[in-house]
């Protein structure tokens, strides 16, 4: 089995469905994988210490998200538990990090948002990982740890926003506005510097890209980015850009 694919995707809030090109974006990207046999995700909403699995059961979703119509209320997504990579993540972990469960704990909108638009038909276990720490290395040794799953089929997403400031959201320019240069700046860096594989730069983010601090007021949206780079072995590729009101939708796919 050809080792599967690491991915840091861009997963937008619930109106992401009503974005046609995004969600055709996100269909036409699964169609160009090999089929997981399960996915593990480690989504910007959900920062739980110590690591917690959740979804090992068909549960019900997590609408973590105010304010919107109640059809993205009406979203079902039963994926099929993962105990079994439950496990497999137990035991790669089980000498150096402790492991909690929550198996009543549904996935969150960062996780079923862009499956419901990826693989449609919820045929595929999907097991959410908490994030333990915002600490960019904690989250890169993270990854590293849980890479072999890779060997089995696993699809690892790490799942946020490329750049994420909602306090600065331009949503009155529409999906097509032109963005503001804090988002374009750190965007434009982060695009070089994974295409350099400058993991350290990636990892020193906060001190070492332009606007940091405006792209990223608190880090969550991008952290699920070191989990992925710690699983991955190769520089990335950029498989959807551009801007979604003002914030950088940037997604990566490393082999």
Same mark, same amino acid.
């Given at each position: 089995?050809?080792?599967? %694919?690491? !991915? ?5 809030? +619930? ?10 974006? !996100?269909?036409?990207?699964?169609? $160009? ?12 909403? #959900? ?12 549960? @019900?979703?997590? /609408? &973590?998200? #105010?304010?919107?119509? &109640? ?5 079902? /997504?039963?994926?099929?538990?993962? %105990? ?23 996935? &969150? ?10 693989? %449609?038909?919820?045929?595929? @276990? ?36 490329? *750049? ?10 529409? *999906?097509?506005?032109? +963005? +503001? ?5 750190? &965007?434009?860096?982060? $695009? ?10 990636? !990892? ?5 890209? @332009? ?12 952290? +699920?980015?070191?989990? *992925? ?14 801007? #979604? ?11």
């Amino acid at each position: 089995m050809a080792r599967t %694919p690491v !991915l840091y995707l861009s997963h937008g809030a +619930p109106p992401l469905a009503d974005d046609t090109r995004w969600t055709r974006q !996100l269909a036409g990207w699964s169609a $160009d994988l090999p089929k997981p046999q399960a996915i593990l995700v480690v989504s910007a909403h #959900w920062e739980e210490a110590p690591l917690t699995l959740g979804a090992t059961e068909t549960v @019900p979703l997590v /609408y &973590d998200f #105010w304010g919107f119509p &109640d059809r993205f209320y009406q979203v079902k /997504y039963a994926a099929p538990g993962a %105990p079994e990579l439950a496990a497999k993540v137990r035991k790669l972990l089980h000498s150096t990090t402790p492991v909690h469960d929550a198996p009543d704990r549904g996935l &969150d909108h960062g996780a079923y948002v862009p499956l419901v638009e990826m693989y %449609p038909g919820a045929d595929i @276990p999907v097991l959410q990982v908490s994030m333990p720490s915002l600490d960019p290395q904690v989250l890169f040794d993270l990854g590293r740890k849980l890479a072999p799953l890779r060997d089995e089929g696993v699809l690892i997403i790490g799942s946020g926003f490329f *750049t994420h400031n909602l306090s600065a959201m331009r949503e009155t320019d529409g *999906t097509d506005g032109t +963005p +503001p240069q804090w988002s374009t700046e750190f &965007d434009h860096w982060g $695009d070089e510097v994974i295409n350099q594989g400058d993991v350290d730069a990636l !990892l020193d983010f906060q001190h070492k890209a @332009p606007a940091a601090a405006v792209a990223h007021p608190r880090i969550e949206h991008f952290a +699920p980015l070191f989990v *992925t780079l710690g699983a991955s072995e190769t520089t990335g590729r950029t498989v959807i850009d551009g801007f #979604w009101h003002g914030l950088a939708k940037r997604s990566l796919e490393f082999s």
